[in-house]
């Protein structure tokens, strides 16, 4: 049963990662977009992008080293 929970709790923080960086990517891409089709411009999408991808790995950074504080807080306390 404990091993069922495991991999469920691997998968859930793999989908967390996931939507961490994919979101910001998809709004600023269609910010990007829209900015490009609305005003003429040909650049908007591509910073975009790279302005999501930027945020988005930041955000995954953030949420790896709270899991990471989180474990090691954990263990400390399994220990005493």
Known sequence: MKGDRT??????????FG?????PIFLCS????FIDRKFGTGWAFIA????GAVVGGRNV???A???MKS???DK???KH
């Open 7 to 16: 991999v469920f709790k691997a998968l859930t923080l793999i989908m967390q």
């Open 19 to 23: 939507i961490n960086m994919l979101v």
């Open 30 to 33: 269609f910010a990007g977009l």
């Open 48 to 51: 975009g992008f790279f302005f």
């Open 61 to 63: 950074y953030i949420f």
């Open 65 to 67: 080293k709270d899991i």
């Open 71 to 73: 474990n090691s807080s």
């Open 76 to 78: 400390r306390h399994e």
